[in-house]
């Protein structure tokens, strides 16, 4: 059975930082492009970062340019989410996935999902 799980999200402050995980199970995440994306409350799921499969290319949505980075650890079958200088308006619910075919950022483009963690930035 395919699975992602997302983990490391939580509460953090204006500024802070934290790091996502997306480990798979029961597929090997070699073959995959991985994208993160997130959903906010009334909002469309929007693509934040996505990686290709080799690593070598690597995709960011505007708004996380210069404080997010993606990488990942195919040794260890996850892909990791840099989030620093966090905003509030970064709040929302994080969802990796995995695609066969593509790196590109759009989420129709993905087939399997986690099933979220939820980041918050307060004060």
């Known amino acids: 059975q395919l699975q992602l799980v997302e983990s490391g999200g939580g509460l953090v402050q204006p500024g802070g930082s934290l790091r996502l995980s997306c480990a798979a199970s029961?597929?090997?995440?070699?073959?995959?492009?991985i994208g993160w994306f997130r959903q906010a409350p009334g909002k469309e799921r929007e693509g934040v970062s996505c990686?290709?499969?080799?690593?070598?290319?690597?995709n960011y949505a505007d708004s996380v340019k210069g404080r997010f980075t993606i990488s990942r650890e195919n040794a260890r079958n996850t892909v990791y989410l840099q989030m620093n200088s966090l905003k509030p308006e970064d709040t929302a619910v994080y969802y990796c996935?995995?695609?066969?075919?593509?790196?590109?950022?759009?989420?129709?483009?993905?087939?399997?999902w986690g099933q979220g963690t939820q980041v918050t930035v307060s004060s």
């Open positions: 029961g597929f090997t995440l070699d073959y995959y492009a």
């Open positions: 990686i290709s499969k080799s690593g070598i290319i690597t």
């Open positions: 996935a995995a695609s066969a075919y593509t790196s590109n950022c759009r989420p129709t483009s993905y087939a399997y």
